[in-house]
């Protein structure tokens, strides 16, 4: 039984780090959420595959239970990212850290997040004194938006 539970969560960590592999962007999971993501992935696409192809230990059924796996657990990593983080598949918004979203603090780790945020933030600031040395900004107004930035706001 032991053995049976330990295949599963070492094959989900597999299959759902080839998933997060196949989807290009950063996707800062935790290892659960990997696990989670290559297990939902490996019943739905396993089970659409083992349907079509058979479930007979021959190779090639097998390789294509795998498959299946990683296309569905693919898919519902494609999902997650445009549904619920917003974020587009391609272009340069796909390569940018996910912000955190009501409800799911918890899922992804935030340590990615904050070094982004810290590496925006001080680009901000020095594009903000690029403004107010051209004139384009008062003081006030530098000092407050400078403010604004600091408070993470």
Not at 71 to 88: E, I, K, M, N, S
Not at 102 to 116: I, Q, V
Not at 128 to 137: A, I, T, Y
């Amino acid at each position: 039984m032991l053995g049976a539970i330990l295949q599963v969560l070492i094959s989900g960590f597999v299959i759902g780090v080839l998933a997060r592999w196949a989807v290009p962007g950063p996707d800062p999971m935790s290892v659960p959420m990997t696990i989670v993501l290559g297990v939902f992935g490996s019943f739905i696409g396993g089970g659409i595959a083992g349907a079509i192809f058979g479930v007979e230990q021959d190779s090639g059924s097998v390789f294509a239970i795998l498959i299946g796996s990683i296309l569905a657990a693919t898919a519902l990593l494609v999902g997650y990212r445009r549904f619920v983080q917003h974020r587009p598949l391609t272009g340069p918004d796909a390569y940018r850290p996910p912000g955190q979203r009501a409800g799911m603090g918890n899922l992804f780790g935030s340590p990615a997040k904050r070094a982004y945020e810290r590496g925006n933030v001080a680009d901000q600031l020095k594009k903000l004194g690029e403004l107010r040395d051209q004139g384009v900004l008062t003081d006030e107004e530098f000092e407050a938006k400078k403010a604004q930035l600091l408070a993470g706001r």
